[in-house]
């Protein structure tokens, strides 16, 4: 490994205990460490997590979300080629957001994926790691609308993404 995991697992324990937002540790054999904490503070909070594979350099951080049966059954009544329309929306934003992300159409799961690649004797500070919270929180939250339009009959103009291109 290119850096200290136990260093790296108390730093980011330590930011979430500080923000008062960690709500569980994760116990998986396939992570060296892994936390369950609420996003934002306050209000209208979100759970994500924040974990390290084993056998990688990467740590991530994940939203996943399954869209509720009834809008499902909403996008389910929807004609094929706007269902589809849907997911390149969401794809597309994802893209552009530059997020990893997962989309389960059968199941209607949704996962954002954000990314940190620590270093060797650098510290992560806690706002880059704050900054990546907010930008998984962010594209969860722009998701649900997009998702929202489609079930009130609402489809997005390809220019509502343009905005961001090149910005």
Do not use: W
Not at 131 to 148: A, D, H
Request: proline share 2%.
């Amino acid at each position: 490994m290119s850096f200290n995991i136990s260093k790296i697992e108390n730093l980011i324990r330590d930011y979430l205990l500080e923000e008062g937002i960690l709500k569980e540790k994760l116990s998986n054999v396939d992570f060296d460490f892994g936390f369950v904490f609420t996003y934002p503070p306050g209000l209208n909070r979100q759970n994500i997590s924040i974990y390290k594979p084993k056998k990688s350099n990467t740590i991530f951080i994940s939203i996943r979300y399954q869209i509720s049966e009834e809008k499902a059954r909403i996008l389910n009544s929807l004609k094929q080629d706007q269902k589809n329309q849907l997911f390149y929306d969401l794809r597309r934003y994802f893209l552009i957001k530059e997020v990893y992300f997962s989309i389960d159409i059968q199941k209607m799961i949704i996962e954002i994926h954000e990314l940190i690649y620590p270093q060797k004797e650098k510290i992560v500070s806690k706002n880059s790691v704050f900054k990546k919270f907010q930008k998984v929180f962010y594209c969860f939250i722009y998701s649900n609308l997009i998702v929202e339009e489609y079930c009130l009959g609402k489809q997005r103009a390809a220019d509502d993404f343009n905005t961001t291109l090149f910005s």
